[in-house]
Each structure stands twice: as structure tokens, then as C-alpha cells.
């Protein structure tokens, strides 16, 4: 489905990284993955932060906070918003997580430390009643 929400921008706006041992596992590590989406300024813009924390038991606790921007491309406004909660969990998740992925692989790597790998969220569900008009 071709969804009226254009991809304008990314950027992180928290990085916690937090290293609980000198020697750390290799491999995938297990995290939450957040969404809240933002519509005070929508159909101008459509805020969408991704937030991701690590499970507390990990050796490192990662958390990382990013916002995604999408415009709105449609023409009818009101109609369209109902197509919020769908596009959130059927194509912003996909866009925005490569962000995160990428972020931690690098870091972790500049650490001196085997880079860490996030698992991709596979049918992530947006709910509903997370959706706010911040204002």
C-alpha cells in the first residue's frame, strides 16, 4: 500500500551507552522498541520517535532515542489520518530502524568492542492509544 507520508529527516535526540563489564558476548542483543507518534504540527509534518532500550540483563545497556519526520503528500488531510496507526507499524518502523542499527553497530565497534546486532522488530503492531497531540 502506497501510504500519503513522505520521509523528510532523522536524528537522534538520546544516546545511552553503558558498558557493565570488560568482556562482553558477542551477538544479538535483546532490546524494546518504542514508537510515539507526535501529529500537533500534522498534515504539515508527522513526528514519529523511536525509542529502543536493552534488556537489563544485557552487559551493555543501550538506550537511543530518534526522531523520525515524515510530510504529509496526500490530498485530503482528514481522511488520511486514519492511515497513521498503519503506516507506523507497516512503514516507519522499516525506515527508521536501519538508523538504529547502523548507530549501535558503529559505536559498539569504535568501543573496541564486537559490534552489537539488533534484531529487527518483525511484526511490530503500533498501538493505538500511544498516539498523542503534544501541544
Known amino acids: ?3 500519503p507520508f513522505q520521509f523528510t529527516d532523522a536524528f537522534f535526540i ?7 563489564s570488560a568482556k562482553l558476548p558477542s551477538g544479538t542483543s535483546e532490546v524494546n522498541a518504542q514508537l510515539k507518534v507526535i501529529e500537533d ?5 508527522l513526528q514519529i520517535n523511536l525509542r529502543t532500550i536493552s534488556s537489563k540483563k544485557s552487559l551493555l545497556q543501550l538506550e537511543m532515542e530518534l526522531v523520525g519526520l515524515f510530510k504529509y503528500v496526500g ?3 482528514e481522511e488520511d489520518k486514519n492511515l497513521i496507526n ?3 507499524s507497516e512503514k516507519a518502523i522499516t525506515m527508521l530502524w536501519p538508523f538504529i542499527i547502523q548507530f549501535s553497530k558503529i559505536l559498539t565497534g569504535v568501543m573496541g568492542i564486537q559490534p552489537v546486532t539488533l534484531p529487527f522488530p ?3 503492531k503500533f498501538q493505538p492509544e500511544s498516539v498523542t497531540s503534544e501541544k
Request: charged letters at 30%; zero cysteines.
Open 41 to 45: 504540527r500534522y498534515p504539515e509534518q
Open 122 to 124: 518483525i511484526d511490530f
Open 75 to 77: 490530498s485530503n488531510p
Open 86 to 88: 498503519q503506516f507506523v
Open 1 to 3: 500500500m502506497d501510504y
Open 14 to 20: 538520546k544516546i545511552n551507552f553503558v558498558r557493565k
